[in-house]
């Protein structure tokens, strides 16, 4: 027979106030040392009073407030190790290129798909050129007919420099929801890379037709190589998580989805310095007639070489040992 | 009130619930972290228009690098707003620290700043394409009410009860009273002030006959002596 509740509570509330207390005040960290092992002392003492409380006193607000009190006690000790920026390196110098390496076939589908597209849209507007209407959207058509290319004056005044942040903005966009439209099952990933290499190959042969593919190639060949390296990546990324909806195979779907989820969110969270990155690129070194065109090829190749470098050989030699 | 929980067993061996925190927990303090957040934008927006230009003019007439790294400025603040409070504060922004709930993972820890920065980046996706509809079914179909930036980085909500001993002060020792009519005895007393007078009436008859009190004596007391009766009792009289 247990002691009476009102009897349970006097002889231990002392105790759970000063763990109260303590808790709150470690919440700001200013614990001496004695005091951690009188936290420590404390909050196992308040799991063995829950213990007994939910045998005997089972319902009872008592029992309420010590399961509220020992959770917070739980959060307070068995934290992680807040070594927050040494886990931002080992991220970029291991976790990264590792969920990359691992996830290539993906990748390689992404640009196949995105390739797929680029040559449908480009036969499409080639063999049929009212097509481009349905491909290209107006504005740029408009321009291509006038045989500019907007991409030229992207350094100057204000309507294409409207159109450049809006190509920019518009990769983020693709970027993200390439990723995260792997929840459909992959199948908006695969549709968005496809339509994207579609409009791109369209927009291409549009140009070509105009004598204006020269300008465009030369537009594209500084920041292409990485941003589409980066599209790629991340649309893997979807097809990752679309991958393991549908197959999930032996284990549980919500399981293998976790998992393989936090895979590709590795990916998408990697991409993101190197997409703003290039960002930067594409506003400075692409547009115009700044740099002379074999520059920005050289700079181009540079840049996606270094990127894959990266990507296929970071953290390999400690992985082997 | 949901009776969903989240079940942890810590390495003590003891079990703890933790109550899930519903929808409409996080929509409000998803709107009070929202309010808070454009009313600063308002002030620092009129605070620099009175002094300098337009901001909007600026913005319109600024060179096509500095409206990226104005976009990508923007998107990278809210995105460090979400994840350094509830890295910092506890699991809780502003808006979740007055409704008193607060992200954990789903071992009942708090949340690591990996996963904080993920499912506050998956917050896009979840708001896709406005107001979160994407969200919000998934929040409605999950039994947890997890949305897809939780799904994927193994995170939920959970409320923080605000329960008092204060009930038990009165009691006496001994007493006598089972556990489940100190219970309902000091609930009574405790909640005496905020009753009604026919309820006072009502449920202090209704608990006086049931420790004992002959019927006929239970159903004469007031309102007043029904708390006397009880708190006497309480004390072990």
Known sequence: MAEPLPAFVQRHSADWKALEAMLDRQRHGKLALDELFALERLYRKTSADL?????????????????????????????????????????????????????????????????LGVIVGATTVLLEPTGAALLVPDHLLDLIHRRELWTDRALEANTPSEMATQIFTNNLRVTISAFALGITGGIGTVLLLVFNGLHLGAVMAACGRECLGFGLARFLLAHGPVELSVIAITGGGGLVIGHALIEPGERPRGEVLRERSSVAVRLLLGCAPFLTGIGVVEGFVSPGTLFWWPVKAVVGAALGAAFWLYVLRAGRSTAKR | MSDLKLDVTTPERVAIDLPIAGIGYRALA??????????????????????????????????????????????????????????????????????????????????????????????????????????????????????????????????????GLERYAEAGPGGGLSTRDVELVTGYLSRFESLDEAARVALGRKLAASLGLEAAKADALTAAEARAYLSARLKGA
């Open chain 1, 51 to 115: 213990a007994t409380a939910q045998t005997h006193y089972a319902g009872t607000d008592v029992q309420r407030f010590l399961n509220q009190l020992a959770a917070k006690g739980y959060g307070a000790i068995y934290r992680a190790r807040p070594d927050r920026k040494a886990a931002l390196k080992d991220f970029f110098a291991k976790g990264f290129p590792e969920a990359v390496r691992e996830t290539l076939p993906y990748t390689g589908v992404a640009a196949a798909l995105m390739v």
């Open chain 2, 30 to 163: 998803y709107l009070i972290d929202v309010a808070a957040l454009s009313g600063v934008s308002l002030v620092l927006y009129f605070g620099y228009s009175f002094i300098g230009p337009s901001a909007v003019e600026l913005y319109q007439d600024a060179p096509r690098l500095l409206r990226i790294a104005a976009f990508i400025g923007a998107f990278v603040v809210l995105w460090v707003y979400w994840t350094a409070m509830e890295v910092f504060w506890n699991g809780q922004t502003l808006g979740k620290r007055v409704m008193h709930i607060r992200v954990v993972r789903k071992d009942g820890a708090p949340v690591t700043a990996f996963e904080s920065a993920v499912r506050n980046l998956l917050r896009v996706v979840d708001f896709m394409p406005a107001c979160y509809p994407v969200g919000v079914v998934t929040m409605l179909v999950d039994r947890q009410h997890r949305r897809v930036g939780d799904l994927v980085a193994g995170t939920l909500l959970v409320r923080d009860e605000r329960i």
